[in-house]
């Protein structure tokens, strides 16, 4: 990775179709920021990143960088080979390092079948030169430390049979290793259980570069970032701080813009009451209040703010018997999903639920939903209860119908919890669709912004029960917070299949979590307690199992030492080894060198910044070789 470096914007602007979603943003990226970006589905975020990221040349602008600025870029459905396995594919990547890396390997190759060629020995001391200078002697174990935490144990597997969600953690570890200047992420907690989402936590906290990501996960961006940018309406709006900062300061902002329009507005009433009274003269004075006049009329009425949102809309009576399950059995694929499983829901019960990916969770809610019979037990569903099911397959919706006749179909309006009744107009507004977009075609939308059409189609229908799957996978964070504020409000039973921390302590209050091999325990509380719980029970076992290995490892250190010393170097180690002592002799006198230069050059910023990087990259080289000269003093022969 570079150092000292910027990323620079100059009048961004990107339309799609007949919709600007951003214009004229100027912005920098410093190399230490770890930005947040939010917006509602359709505002932009993803082309943003694509912008940013090179991957998208429709828009324009500029991006100003250095020469050798480098970007990684984890887009939501990551580009692999599937016919490489998991490592091969992890290092299949265009960057530096693992081209870095493959070169070193071909000239090794070459040179350990050709030691007498002297030009094939200059090309292997060069790729050996280029790996000090990356630091990229310890990529592979790096690798298959960072798969194994991301839960990818077979790191030989084609990537054709991984999953969806294991394809976005191999994308990944592939963007993570290549520690690039600028590292964008766009919903980088997609498809990780909880281990590995503090992990990732605390690898972006020690992360050297700049970070950009889009998250739904607001405990993550509490956690992460020390910036939150808004995009909204087409502008960005810049705030400093985590998640809990920007809930504050965007409070604070609307309040501003909205006090300020009014006044706009009362000093236009003022002005127009004056025009409408007709100036008699033509005077220089009166010709500049007409300007004012004809000026405030251009802006008052334009500002763009999120409105208040309250869906309180009515529903069927639901009475005390809501879902029996007794005595469930079932079993897909020679997996056992459910063993004498029994549970009891009843009304305005919040549920709440968890686990490992696989286990069975969608499976549930398909079992209640009557989608999946039993294999045998009983699911008992109460005569009065109506469902609502928002599965994470958005139903077949007609591309060419417009956004306000799709809803049409379920009615012109719905009644509210007080026998108000509520128009599709005024819902689609509530549910951050504006007036101008309610004529737009379906395909126009984003694939969030269909999503969110759905779940308002779903809610339309007025269930008193409702089934949530991963609802946070594909709604923006203004969605899930009009989705909480509705739940907050219903009175009937909600069942929510979730990995988002932050939206299951909104909205369950008692918890189902699938343990895998048709294990489901169930728990009372908040479920980032229940996480706490867990981790600190691990915390103590793994201090445990670290002190038993530690007086293990006393007994077996010396047969390991008689094992190490009975390995060789091979013929290109001990030609490395003849010269590594001479290469960190050499370092270190140039890192005196330059210490010296530093000192006289105090007081130019541009000189001093650019010694202390060649300072930096030079301690980075020597550290590698000291590595190196270490790995390979323990296999010498006496």
């Not at 970070?211 to 810049?238: A, C, M, P, Q």
């Not at 670290?546 to 001990?574: F, G, H, I, P, W």
Request: charged letters at 30%.
């Amino acid at each position: 990775m570079s150092y000292l470096q910027t990323l620079r914007t100059e009048k961004l602007t990107k339309t799609y179709g007949e919709k600007t979603l951003f214009k004229d943003l100027d912005f920098i990226i410093n190399e230490h920021d770890r930005i947040g970006l939010i917006g509602t589905n359709g505002s932009g975020k993803t082309s943003l990143l694509n912008v940013i990221s090179g991957a998208d040349h429709d828009s324009t602008g500029n991006i100003i960088t250095s020469k050798t600025y480098t970007i990684g870029y984890l887009k939501q459905d990551p580009e692999l080979d599937e016919k490489l396995t998991v490592l091969d594919a992890v290092f299949a990547g265009s960057q530096d390092i693992f081209n870095t890396i493959r070169r070193y390997e071909q000239m090794l190759d070459k040179y350990s079948a050709n030691p007498g060629d002297s030009k094939i020995e200059r090309q292997y001391l060069d790729a050996e030169a280029k790996m000090n200078e990356e630091n990229a002697w310890t990529a592979e174990s790096d690798v298959k430390t960072i798969l194994t935490q991301l839960k990818i144990d077979n790191m030989h597997q084609k990537v054709s049979t991984l999953s969806g969600g294991q394809k976005r953690r191999v994308g990944l570890a592939q963007v993570l290793i290549q520690s690039p200047d600028l590292l964008i992420l766009d919903e980088p907690t997609n498809h990780l259980d909880f281990d590995s989402i503090y992990w990732l936590q605390d690898h972006l906290a020690k992360y050297k570069g700049a970070l950009l990501l889009v998250t739904h996960d607001r405990y993550f961006l509490d956690e992460v970032v020390n910036n939150i940018w808004e995009l909204s309406f087409g502008k960005l709006y810049k705030y400093v701080g985590n998640y809990q900062d920007y809930v504050s300061q965007k409070a604070d902002r609307v309040d501003r813009e909205k006090e300020s329009e009014h006044k706009k507005s009362q000093l236009y009433k003022q002005e127009l009451a004056w025009m409408k009274k007709g100036a008699k003269a033509r005077s220089t004075k009166q010709q500049a209040r007409i300007n004012r006049f004809n000026d405030l009329k251009d802006n008052v009425g334009n500002l763009q703010v999120d409105k208040d949102v309250d869906i309180s809309l009515g529903q069927q009576r639901l009475g005390k018997k809501v879902i029996k399950i007794k005595d469930a059995n079932l079993r897909i694929d020679n997996k056992q999903i459910l063993k004498d499983f029994n549970v009891l829901i009843q009304g305005s019960e919040r549920i709440g639920i968890s686990g490992e990916n696989g286990a069975g969770k969608t499976t549930l809610l398909n079992v209640i939903a009557e989608k999946i019979p039993l294999d045998s037990g009983i699911v008992d569903i109460g005569e009065t209860v109506k469902l609502g099911y928002y599965t994470q397959q958005t139903e077949d919706i007609p591309e060419d119908k417009r956004v306000i006749n799709y809803l049409s179909e379920v009615g012109q309006h719905v009644t509210d919890k007080d026998g108000n009744q509520v128009s599709v107009t005024e819902l689609l507004e509530q549910f951050l669709f504006p007036k101008f977009m309610h004529g737009t075609l379906i395909r126009k939308l984003s694939g969030g912004e269909k999503r969110r059409l759905y779940l308002l189609k779903l809610l339309m229908q007025q269930p008193n029960v409702l089934l949530l799957d991963e609802p946070t996978n594909d709604l923006d964070i203004s969605t899930l917070t009009v989705l909480e504020d509705y739940i907050d409000h219903f009175s009937g039973t909600v069942i929510t299949v979730s990995h988002d921390r932050y939206f299951l302590d909104k909205v369950a209050n008692r918890l189902l979590i699938f343990e895998g091999n048709a294990k489901i325990e169930e728990h009372v509380g908040k479920f980032t307690d229940l996480l706490n719980a867990q981790r600190n029970a691990k915390y103590a076992k793994s201090n445990s199992k670290k002190q038993e290995s530690k007086n293990d490892n006393k007994s077996n250190e010396d047969v390991n030492d008689k094992e190490t010393s009975k390995k060789k170097l091979t013929y290109a180690e001990q030609l490395e080894w003849e010269h590594i002592e001479d290469d960190i002799d050499k370092l270190d006198q140039e890192n005196t060198k330059l210490q010296s230069m530093m000192v006289e050059n105090g007081g130019d910023y541009d000189k001093l910044a650019d010694l202390q990087a060649k300072l930096d990259a030079n301690k980075a080289q020597s550290d590698a070789k000291m590595k190196r000269w270490e790995y390979l003093s323990q296999y010498l022969s006496d």
